[in-house]
T-cell receptor, first 119, second 114 residues
Framework: AQKVTQAQTEISVVEKEDVTLDCVYE???????LFWYKQPPSGELVFLIR??????QNEISGRYSWNFQKSTSSFNFTITASQVVDSAVYFC????????????????FGRGTQLTVWP | DAGVTQSPTHLIKTRGQHVTLRCSPI?????VSWYQQVLGQGPQFIFQ???????GRGNFPDRFSARQFPNYSSELNVNALLLGDSALYLC?????????????FGEGSWLTVV
């Protein structure tokens, strides 16, 4: 069964610090997708990144970077030089696939990490 | 282009009542999914619809039902509301159910059952 674990419930940092949010997943699928979403207090889940299981290259987008390690089933998210606007709940999610390789649009979410960035 | 839109944004219902939540996907998206997010938890999958057919259902009681219309918009219905149904209900859309589709979420409908 698919499972996503975000062990860090809350993280507090001071502006300009770097912070890493951890995500560990479990799946029996050989093809799967991993996502990160940001949820501000308004409630909307804002898409940040999608990564498929065959692409282990790390990715950088501005102050955001992601480290995907299949060997440890982890997909960690780092914010460099954090800002107050980064304060939100961050969710890691896993999507399953059918035996024909299509996702079902069903995401399995972790419990989220509340990040607070203080000025 | 408009994102995923949901209505109403906030509502309060009494136990035992019925509620209908509405969702319009991103233009061109044919797949709609519904998620329930209770306070302090990650979203939990309720339903997925594609081309007006149910393609997946999560572990929710039969009080929960949904449908998708020809224009790909969707409704989530919950009957006989319980206090535990109080949650943020999120709608998500994607182009198809195919591999690699990014799933986009709306701002959600905050339901309080009293």
């Amino acid at each position: 069964a698919q499972k996503v674990t975000q062990a860090q419930t809350e993280i507090s940092v001071v502006e300009k610090e770097d912070v890493t949010l951890d995500c560990v997943y479990e799946t029996r699928d050989t093809t799967y997708y991993l996502f990160w979403y940001k949820q501000p207090p308004s409630g909307e889940l804002v898409f940040l990144i999608r990564r498929n299981s065959f692409d282990e290259q790390n990715e950088i987008s501005g102050r955001y970077s992601w480290n995907f390690q299949k060997s440890t089933s982890s997909f960690n998210f780092t914010i460099t030089a954090s800002q107050v606007v980064d304060s939100a709940v961050y969710f890691c999610a896993l999507s399953e696939t059918t035996d024909r390789g299509s996702t079902l649009g069903r995401l399995y979410f972790g419990r989220g990490t509340q990040l607070t960035v203080w000025p | 282009d408009a994102g995923v839109t949901q209505s109403p944004t906030h509502l309060i219902k009494t136990r035992g009542q019925h509620v209908t939540l509405r969702c319009s996907p991103i233009s061109g998206h044919k797949s709609v999914s519904w998620y329930q997010q209770v306070l302090g938890q990650g979203p939990q999958f309720i339903f997925q619809y594609y081309e007006k057919e149910e393609r997946g259902r999560g572990n929710f009681p039969d009080r929960f039902s949904a449908r998708q219309f020809p224009n790909y918009s969707s409704e989530l219905n919950v009957n006989a509301l319980l206090l535990g149904d109080s949650a943020l209900y999120l709608c998500a859309s994607s182009y198809t159910t195919g591999s690699g589709n990014t799933i986009y979420f709306g701002e959600g409908s905050w339901l309080t059952v009293v």
